[in-house]
């Protein structure tokens, strides 16, 4: 369920960047940002992944800042500031998204794993919570 928030707190993201005006860049930028860092906080939390989708953004904007030195962009420039703006957030919220996704993914194939592993060592696998009655204890051993 905290994949299926999180993808849709990004699709939310991605409308924000492209459907709603704001009356300035500060503002938008302001708003943007102020929204990734919710959504980090909400759902990576932890400062690897802030440094890692911050150093992916800012990797993000110089190569865009590179292919507009280039002449690949021909914008002016409010609408590439807005590009870098956008870019940039959308970078920093995809990769706490999908690192939402290979975590859970990496969490089920460690737990099928411990599994599978106490399977093949024991016959059946031992849970925290074994409902069984101890047999072994001499209280709960009635031999009538």
């Given at each position: 369920?905290?994949i299926?928030?999180c993808?849709a ?28 860092l919710v ?7 932890t400062?690897v ?13 110089v190569?865009v ?14 609408q ?22 290979v975590?859970?993914?990496?969490f ?11 399977i093949?060592?024991?016959?059946f ?13 001499e209280?709960?051993l009635?031999?009538?």
């Amino acid at each position: 369920m905290l994949i299926i928030k999180c993808f849709a707190l990004f699709i939310g993201i991605n409308q924000l960047c492209a459907k709603i005006q704001f009356s300035s860049p500060v503002h938008f930028i302001v708003i943007l940002a102020g929204t990734c860092l919710v959504f980090w906080y909400w759902f990576d939390h932890t400062k690897v992944g802030f440094i890692f989708n911050s150093f992916n953004a800012l990797f993000v904007v110089v190569f865009v800042n590179i292919l507009r030195y280039v002449g690949f962009f021909n914008q002016s420039q409010i609408q590439f500031d807005y590009l870098q703006t956008c870019l940039s957030c959308l970078i920093f919220s995809g990769g706490v998204t999908f690192g939402n996704i290979v975590r859970l993914l990496n969490f089920v194939s460690l737990d099928q794993e411990k599994n599978l592993n106490a399977i093949e060592n024991n016959g059946f696998i031992k849970t925290s919570y074994d409902l069984r009655p101890n047999v072994t204890s001499e209280r709960n051993l009635h031999l009538d």
